[in-house]
């Protein structure tokens, strides 16, 4: 008898000093950017502009060769897209450098057929929406008279999701 009386005082004397203790509380403060989802590329991340094999002296009425650029855009999106080439012809902004010599290519956009700035300036799109076209052109340039053989050259686009 004596441990219950023991037992039910210790408890009653648990439950008091619990009711004793002041209660605690934690605030938990929730913040965040939501921004808009990015316009997705639609085409290949790898595009090819092949001349095939032109003779030397008809360099300059050589056909252009189209570059498929696409995106899929959410309503009023913006972006920044820019090209660099990896050779800029000497004081041109827009000659693109190739392996041989004198012999440079020109980007031109396809919606407005200016000549694309390929030393990696910005150009500026806003409230662009769905599809959106970003194709461009290639046209090779003879500076000077050519000499046979093979010829590459390279540039990178750049889209900067506003």
Same mark, same amino acid.
């Given at each position: 008898?004596?441990?219950?009386?023991?037992?039910a005082?210790?408890?009653?004397?648990?439950?008091?000093?619990?009711?004793?203790?002041?209660?605690?509380?934690?605030?938990? !403060?929730?913040?965040?950017?939501?921004?808009k %989802?990015?316009?997705?590329?639609?085409?290949?991340k790898?595009? =090819?502009?092949?001349?095939?094999?032109i003779? =030397?002296?008809?360099i300059?009425?050589?056909?252009?060769?189209?570059?498929?650029?696409?995106?899929?855009?959410?309503? !009023?999106?913006?972006?920044?897209?820019?090209i660099?080439?990896?050779?800029?012809?000497?004081g041109?902004t827009?000659?693109?450098?190739?392996?041989k010599? !004198?012999?440079?290519?020109?980007?031109?956009?396809?919606?407005?057929?200016?000549?694309?700035?390929?030393?990696? =300036?910005?150009?500026?799109?806003?409230n662009q929406?769905?599809?959106?076209?970003?194709?461009?052109?290639?046209?090779?340039?003879?500076? %000077?008279?050519q000499?046979?053989?093979?010829?590459?050259?390279?540039?990178?686009?750049?889209?900067?999701?506003?």
């Amino acid at each position: 008898m004596n441990l219950r009386l023991s037992m039910a005082a210790a408890l009653l004397t648990g439950l008091a000093c619990t009711s004793a203790y002041a209660d605690d509380t934690v605030t938990i !403060n929730v913040s965040g950017t939501l921004t808009k %989802a990015p316009c997705s590329l639609t085409s290949s991340k790898t595009l =090819t502009a092949n001349f095939g094999s032109i003779r =030397t002296d008809q360099i300059s009425s050589a056909s252009s060769v189209d570059i498929p650029v696409t995106l899929n855009c959410p309503a !009023n999106s913006a972006l920044n897209v820019s090209i660099k080439a990896s050779g800029v012809y000497s004081g041109s902004t827009t000659y693109a450098t190739t392996s041989k010599t !004198n012999l440079v290519y020109m980007l031109s956009w396809k919606s407005d057929n200016s000549v694309a700035n390929v030393t990696g =300036t910005k150009r500026n799109l806003t409230n662009q929406s769905g599809t959106v076209n970003l194709g461009l052109t290639a046209k090779l340039i003879a500076i %000077a008279a050519q000499t046979e053989g093979s010829f590459t050259g390279s540039s990178v686009i750049t889209l900067e999701y506003l």
